[in-house]
């Protein structure tokens, strides 16, 4: 079983600096919820992300639901070749329970992980579906112990999906930007085996992800 992690997820509720400015009051209010219980969302919130460090790489649960999806609803997935986790901006960890889908609406979704920001876990018939955790990325890849990790960056070295999935092995850990703009941290960085670039062009995170574990997925079961 190969693990994907979602790293530094531009998922995360509204920080403190933030909870009382307008735009943010107002969305709240709308969802009848405390400003410091919603999700950070650029959509809702740009003109009170003007004032937070490191904007571009915040304020986009859209981009992390759509990651999700994609890393969900493959057989990959559903055969339980995934383990799958999202680290986030704010420095917590995500695990997914065996073979857990979330809604495919943004709504729901959105509605789900601020439950599981407020009540730390997600469970269903005694089974954990969803918990959420602090935990460092580099912690996070401490706790998996995998034999290779290989982090998917404009910035690596050229490859193919073709020339990379050769190289996966059922314990290595594959980790994916899920943030719209901007580069991994060099705490991240320096967890890679090996850092690749799949193009002379920045693809979007759900590209590169779907490609890759489609070509992952052939050495499986072609």
Not at 101 to 119: M, T
Not at 128 to 135: F, H, N, T
Request: glycine residues 4%; charged residues 25%.
């Amino acid at each position: 079983m190969i693990s994907i992690v979602l790293a530094e997820s531009a998922l995360e509720l509204v920080p403190s600096e933030l909870k009382h400015h307008q735009s943010v009051i107002s969305h709240a209010r709308k969802l009848g919820k405390l400003s410091s219980e919603i999700l950070l969302d650029n959509s809702w919130h740009f003109a009170a992300m003007k004032e937070i460090n490191n904007e571009l790489k915040r304020g986009r649960p859209d981009l992390v639901h759509f990651l999700i999806l994609e890393a969900t609803t493959i057989p990959l997935y559903q055969k339980n070749e995934i383990k799958l986790y999202v680290h986030t901006i704010d420095d917590k960890v995500i695990s997914f329970g065996e073979n857990v889908h979330v809604p495919k609406s943004y709504h729901r979704f959105a509605g789900l992980i601020e439950k599981l920001y407020k009540e730390k876990q997600v469970t269903a018939n005694d089974q954990v579906l969803l918990e959420i955790q602090d935990k460092t990325f580099s912690e996070l890849i401490d706790e998996i112990n995998p034999s290779k990790v290989f982090g998917f960056s404009t910035k690596g070295i050229s490859s193919s999906y073709e020339k990379i999935s050769a190289d996966i092995l059922n314990d290595t850990c594959l980790v994916f930007g899920g943030f719209q703009k901007g580069h991994f941290s060099d705490s991240v960085e320096k967890k890679f085996t090996q850092m690749y670039s799949v193009g002379d062009e920045s693809f979007e995170g759900h590209t590169v992800v779907a490609r890759m574990l489609y070509e992952y997925e052939k050495t499986i079961f072609m």
